[in-house]
């Protein structure tokens, strides 16, 4: 019997098929099985490095908290104890604290029990403060011919002036801090699109673009640090983006962290929900820079009509006067 001959032989054939079925079910089976432990063992590893990173961050922020970087650490300054002692038994949080003023705090990188208490202290004696100043100034450095009464109304302006002054101040100081964050927000997330795309995990871009965008705005390297070691610590990832949104308060990175929560949730791309959000980054700095060119020439007309015109028509008409007298 010949090769060909056996070969189509069903005999043969169905031997060979069986073989063929066997063998694949034995790579099948085997291909599963691999693939669960080399992802087990992945799982193992990226456990592994979260417990690193986590134990890194908060060292870091340990670190930050205990050392004296100009009187304050990451988690503020050190209230005095007789700030404390006043705040306590005057009730000084159920006088001037609401829900907003923790993070009007958080805002303005004010976090803790201290400059809480500290921020309540003040507004307590500013007015005092403000009202005995204007008094002395009133009826000792300037007495002139007022009546002693106008000059105690207008002390009580002052100090019911100088009550507003802590929030004018807080207030002053949280719009400079979204003001630095606004300015480098678009650069850090195009480096943390860069090193997603990379393939690096969320939480290390966030960690390196923060180390990387400290030149440019400590505050929001700050943001981003803390950002970082919540999604060490916290077991729900959507709640570090949440407190990252709701610290800096702008728009722009709320976005951001609504997409980052969707992807989360839902299982899409980080890659691509960061692509999308930068190229609207990017879209909308132009149209900041837009909206200020626009707005650039009604802002000259008044330095040009008092400054440039009549300049020019002295320039013009200096000659022709010169002449007409000389003449």
Aim: aromatic share 8%; proline share 4%.
């Amino acid at each position: 019997m010949s090769l060909v001959d056996r070969i189509v032989q069903p005999e043969f054939l169905i031997a060979v098929l069986a073989a063929i079925s066997a063998a694949a079910v034995v790579f099948t089976f085997g291909a599963h099985f691999a693939d669960r432990f080399e992802r087990n063992d992945r799982m193992k590893k990226v456990a592994l490095e979260r417990e690193q990173m986590r134990a890194r961050e908060m060292s870091r922020l340990r670190s930050q908290g205990n050392g004296k970087e100009e009187g304050r650490g990451i988690r503020g300054a050190e209230s005095k104890s007789y700030m404390k002692a006043a705040v306590d038994k005057f009730s000084l949080q159920k006088a001037f604290m609401d829900e907003n003023t923790v993070e009007k705090l958080a805002r303005a990188g004010l976090r803790g029990q201290a400059p809480l208490t500290s921020y309540l202290f003040f507004r307590f004696v500013s007015p005092i403060i403000l009202l005995l100043l204007a008094l002395f100034y009133l009826l000792f450095v300037t007495p002139g011919d007022r009546p002693l009464f106008l000059n105690v109304v207008i002390a009580i302006g002052v100090g019911i002036a100088g009550a507003y002054l802590p929030n004018l101040l807080l207030h002053n100081r949280v719009q400079k801090r979204q003001a630095s964050i606004q300015k480098a927000w678009s650069d850090a997330l195009d480096l943390m699109l860069l090193c997603v795309e990379a393939g690096m995990s969320i939480e290390h871009a966030i960690r390196r673009v923060s180390k990387e965008i400290g030149l440019q705005s400590p505050e929001l390297a700050e943001e981003l640090t803390l950002t970082t070691a919540e999604l060490s610590f916290l077991e729900d990832r959507g709640r570090a983006y949440e407190n990252l949104g709701k610290r800096t308060g702008l728009d722009g990175v709320r976005s951001v962290m609504t997409a980052l929560i969707q992807a989360d949730k839902y299982g899409t791309s980080v890659g691509q929900a960061l692509r999308v959000m930068a190229e609207e980054g990017r879209e909308q700095r132009m149209m900041e820079a837009e909206k200020k060119a626009a707005a650039l020439p009604p802002k000259m007309t008044v330095p040009l009509i008092v400054f440039f015109l009549p300049v020019l028509f002295i320039v013009i008409m200096a000659p022709a006067l010169i002449t007409a007298f000389s003449m």
